[in-house]
């Protein structure tokens, strides 16, 4: 049990969750109003979305031994074009300008992770210079396109995709659902996941087996640039605005550790959908336990990131067998004699 991929996330998951109902049992109340559900684990789901999203594309990219550093970026540019659009559309309540604004940035997000994929695979340029470029040049590109502004609307219908409600749930629920529910079955009901693993353990013997590992790194980062680009809609709807500054900041370093969290090697070669989304779970319930404790926010990072570094370090198998053996060897000093004797 120990050894399942799964044990020590969903352990830290429920130890966080310990923590709450200890501190704060109200944590888990959640009460219906105007037929919507509230709550603590609510908001968690919800405000959780973006990050799961662009987590989920990240796994796959992480899982052909590469990373994505421009994913935050990306999150940037499809809010600001998506808003950009909608703001300078004639009847600001139309269905069709929003599709065409949804349309317009989702197809640049896939742009966007073609031209990493290029980097990477089609130059063969190391993914994380590739994708730094993108975080940076990325970054500016989202400023130009808000023109260093923030970029307000006021459409109902885009503004459902990140606040809205279904069946009682924030809607942007039901999105992470589907993708989650996409990628599954995409990579563990067809031979897509066993080529990007294969791609991520051995590159050039995966070609010479007959997988066009190119492809399946071009597929990728295609899809994390998607994951991103549907993450930028669901932040920037949520608020009915874009900031090319601010928005999707640090989402790539969240994303990162969610996989890692997860189980994921970044060395490549395995990967485990279902981890990173405890991961990314395990991240927004921290962020949330964070601000109702009342950590002052110039120390909430360093509160974060000593807790996850806690965390792989209680998953690194390796820690905890150096653990042990100098605990046994502290209390049991004869036991170490006798073996160096032996």
């Known amino acids: 049990m120990l050894k399942h991929h799964l044990f020590w996330p969903l352990s830290v998951l429920g130890a966080l969750l310990l923590f709450n109902l200890l501190y704060a049992p109200e944590f888990f109340s959640i009460i219906m109003r105007d037929g919507h559900l509230y709550g603590s684990l609510i908001d968690i789901l919800n405000f959780g979305s973006p990050l799961i999203i662009v987590a989920i594309g990240m796994t796959l990219v992480i899982a052909t031994k590469g990373i994505d550093l421009s994913v935050g970026s990306v999150v940037a540019i499809a809010g600001a074009i998506a808003c950009l659009t909608i703001s300078q559309g004639d009847g600001q309540n139309a269905i069709s300008l929003v599709l065409i604004a949804i349309g317009i940035a989702l197809v640049l997000s896939i742009i966007l992770g073609v031209w990493n994929g290029f980097l990477v695979a089609g130059i063969g340029m190391q993914p994380i210079i590739a994708t730094l470029i993108l975080m940076v040049a990325g970054r500016g590109v989202a400023q130009l396109i808000t023109d260093g502004q923030i970029i307000t609307v006021s459409n109902e219908p885009y503004k459902y995709i990140g606040s809205g409600s279904l069946a009682t749930l924030p809607f942007s629920i039901f999105i992470v659902a589907a993708l989650f529910l996409v990628a599954s079955i995409l990579t563990r009901k067809t031979s897509l996941g066993l080529f990007i693993e294969s791609v991520g353990c051995k590159p050039e013997a995966s070609r010479l087996a007959g997988i066009r590992s190119k492809t ?67 991240i927004q319930t921290l962020t949330t336990t964070i601000y109702m404790i009342g950590v002052p926010p110039e120390i909430t990072l360093v509160v974060k990131a000593i807790v996850v570094l806690i965390v792989c370090l209680v998953q690194s198998e390796s820690f905890r067998k150096t653990l042990i053996s100098r605990w046994k060897t502290r209390h049991y000093p004869a036991e170490s004699e006798v073996k160096q004797h032996a």
């Open 216 to 282: 399946v790194m071009f597929a990728v980062y295609m899809f994390c640039g998607l994951c991103a680009g549907i993450a930028g809609l669901i932040l920037s709807s949520n608020v009915s605005s874009a900031d090319g500054n601010n928005a999707g900041l640090w989402y790539e370093l969240d994303a990162i550790l969610a996989v890692v969290i997860g189980g994921t090697s970044l060395n490549g070669g395995r990967f485990y959908l279902m981890g990173t989304l405890i991961g990314a779970l395990i």
